[in-house]
């Protein structure tokens, strides 16, 4: 049975890849077969294998996959390639698989922060309390058995601030009464007092005495006054 050939071009195997000479060869079911010739100048670098039973088998050379023991494995089974009447030339077509993988160049990157500064102006609302302290003098004296506590005056706290006192108590004392009774009575106390009365006599010229001196009228005014 033969196979259409490729039309696509195959690349010569190298040979250091070749296998030699008397290398043994299995396939996919354990079989051995014995490496007799190798062709690497042909295109197809035709390899002839041998059989346990003695027949022959010839196939590429790109069929035979390298073990990592360093025996050469067939994936095909030999009973597909030989047969007593006919060799069978198996025809490969190699087809690229592409991948990616992580390759360590020896060169490596270094990173350095640089911390650049710059001004911005923020105005956010900000609480700020403060605590106002007044004090009030007040002085006043409290009832018996009432004592003051803290408390709040709308916002403001109020703390009373307490001091004991010694109080002398000063009272007045009723010692007596002093009653004054007025009574009125009449009584009789003669007394002889000179009153003085005045009147107008009418004379004639031929009448009047002589008149008197100066120093008579000074004495009788003194009289008089007496």
Sequence with gaps: MESAESSQPRESMPRANLPVVGQAVLDLHGQLAKVVAINPEAADQAIL??????????????????QADGSWQLPLVFEQLASPSETVIPLMEEQVTVGKKMVDTGRGVRLRKIVSERA????PPLLHE???????????????GVTPVVHYD???LVIPVLEEV??????????????ILRKVSQVHAAQTVILRSEQILAETFTDLPAKPS???????SGTHGG
């Design 120 to 123: 911005e102006t923020i105005d």
């Design 49 to 66: 294998l041998r059989l346990d039973d003695g027949r022959l088998v010839s196939l590429e050379a790109g069929l035979l996959q390298l």
């Design 214 to 220: 100066l120093n008579s009228e000074a004495a009788d």
């Design 154 to 156: 709308g916002d403001t």
């Design 130 to 144: 403060e605590l106002v302290i007044d004090h009030v003098d007040l002085n006043q004296m409290q009832a018996a």
């Design 166 to 179: 010694l109080v002398v108590e000063k009272r007045l004392l009723l010692k007596e009464e002093v009653r």
